[in-house]
């Protein structure tokens, strides 16, 4: 006879949300630079400007991966601030 084993127990949903989100920050990285430098590619291929565009939209697509890292540190940092906050307020009498 078989034993049932024991069941796993529920995993919270803000663990959850929060792997999720670390898992996008690596697509919200590389989708702007690989963008931009596809994009700049078959520009420079049409116009026959060699290095120009792909150099220039790399840029504007390092820019734009930066911005959303800074943007996604800032809505951490403020997430654990208000957690520290609750936190403190239950350790009041």
Known sequence: MMTPSKPE?????KQWRE?????T???ELALPIF???LAG?????ELATQPTFTLGLLAL????????LW???QKFDAEQKARADESA???LP
């Open 25 to 27: 920050l690596g697509w």
């Open 19 to 23: 792997a999720l989100r670390l898992t």
């Open 35 to 37: 963008g931009g430098v």
């Open 41 to 45: 590619y078959f520009l420079d291929r």
């Open 61 to 68: 697509g390092l820019s734009a991966s930066i911005y959303n």
């Open 89 to 91: 307020r239950k350790d």
């Open 9 to 13: 127990p529920p995993v919270n949903a």
């Open 71 to 73: 943007r996604i540190i």
